[in-house]
Nanobody, 124 residues
Framework: QVQLVESGGGLMQAGDSLRLSCVVS????????MGWFRQAPGKEREFVAA????????VYADSVKGRFTIFRDSAKNTVYLRMNSLKFEDTAVYYC?????????????????WGQGTQVTVSS
């Protein structure tokens, strides 16, 4: 069974950069599509970014496009989310998730395994 452990969250200021990590165990990150989602207080979980195992094409939510980058290090079995130009509205718990699906990765229902989340707080 795939297990995911996120790390790298913290208290940041608007404009800062941050990198989240998600270590994959019980599976091989390069053969899984990986996604990042986030959930702010009082809001539903929303898609942030994903990368397909088949195409290696990354997709992003409009709200983070141009600021966030998802990438993987297969040697470390880890996927990352690089976040630049952080905004107050990026404040949320960030979750990584995996799926064997290669397409339609913006939908949480497509994912099989989830991490426990890491808190990112951005002060304005």
């Amino acid at each position: 069974q795939v297990q995911l452990v996120e790390s790298g969250g913290g208290l940041m200021q608007a404009g800062d950069s941050l990198r989240l990590s998600c270590v994959v165990s019980g599976g091989t990150a390069s053969t899984l599509s990986m996604g990042w989602f986030r959930q702010a207080p009082g809001k539903e979980r929303e898609f942030v970014a994903a990368i397909s195992w088949r195409t290696e094409i990354a997709v992003y939510a409009d709200s983070v496009k141009g600021r966030f980058t998802i990438f993987r290090d297969s040697a470390k079995n880890t996927v990352y989310l690089r976040m630049n130009s952080l905004k107050f509205e990026d404040t949320a718990v960030y979750y990584c998730a995996t799926t064997l699906q290669a397409y339609s990765l913006a939908y949480a229902a497509r994912y099989d395994s989830w991490g426990q989340g890491t808190q990112v707080t951005v002060s304005s």
